[in-house]
């Protein structure tokens, strides 16, 4: 065989491995997740379960819930939203942005009352409890903004409705998010807080030195839905949060399910 023949048949040969090999799948388009600060520590475990099982890579996105609702009305990119609260997911679902019967509760949670680890304070949590005398002439209550943030919210209506709002409001430390007001319970930049437990559980820094009747806030609800424009992989991400392997981490992290 020449030179140029065995060429022919190397091309050749060459040619019909190339035609016959299989074609490698290009990998799953990555599942980008608007949720309330309050779900980092838990919806990165969901994240990581759900993307070992499925192949799936997930991207979250934690801010208040009020902050992330906005972004998607100005047309941020997501594919699944979860809300610390109701309110704010009606805003988005009244504007249009959610695909129509998608969404579903998929946690509760509770309110508490922290103080840096180390603090000797005690109060027990009744209408008309001595919250600002507590805090003294120069102590400030961390909570989320009472404006905006979910978490503050729920803080102002529970306090409220047990009678010491008016002796607290001018003693505040409003901050972005329930994350950012649990960092100054920690840091020692406010005597207490209003936050939810499980923030409250996820750091070490703090204390609960009370839980908020569940009488006294509306439910904290979070409920998640589909966004307008969301990829493949949305509706089975959202199925998952109401999954049992889902329910369990999240009980894990003391949210309760339904």
């Known amino acids: 065989m020449n030179r140029r023949t065995l060429l022919s048949v190397l091309i050749a040969m060459a040619a019909s ?32 379960t759900y993307s070992a099982r499925t192949g799936v890579p997930v991207r979250f996105s ?9 972004q998607i009305e100005a047309g941020a990119r997501a594919d699944v939203f979860v809300s610390a609260d109701r309110q704010w997911m009606d805003h988005v679902a009244r504007s249009g942005f959610l695909v129509a019967g998608s969404r579903r509760d998929v946690l509760r949670g509770r309110l508490v009352l922290i103080a840096p680890a180390d603090s000797r304070t005690t109060l027990r949590i009744a209408p008309n409890f001595p ?9 400030r209550l961390a909570l989320g903004d009472p404006a905006y943030v979910p978490a503050g919210l729920y803080a102002k209506a529970a306090l409220t409705r047990l009678g010491v709002w008016p002796a607290v409001q001018g003693k ?7 994350r950012v007001a649990l960092s100054y ?37 979070y409920p998640a839905a589909i966004v307008r424009g969301a990829g493949p992989a949305a509706r089975g991400f959202a199925a998952y949060l109401n999954g049992p392997e889902a329910k369990a981490i999240f009980r894990r992290f003391g949210f309760r399910t339904f």
């Not at 840091?187 to 006294?216: C, M, N, Q, W």
């Open 17 to 48: 491995l190339g035609a016959s090999a299989p074609v490698s799948a290009a990998p799953p388009a990555p599942l980008t997740v608007f949720a309330a600060a309050s779900l980092t520590d838990a919806l990165q475990a969901v994240g990581k």
């Open 62 to 70: 934690f801010a208040a819930s009020n902050l992330l609702a906005k």
């Open 131 to 139: 919250l600002a005398q507590t805090l003294g002439p120069k102590g």
């Open 172 to 178: 505040l430390a409003p901050a972005d998010n329930v």
């Open 185 to 221: 319970v920690a840091r020692h930049a406010a005597p207490l807080g209003v936050v939810y437990e499980t923030d409250a559980r996820a750091e070490r820094g703090v204390k609960i030195i009370g839980i908020f009747p569940e009488a006294s806030h509306p439910p904290i609800d």
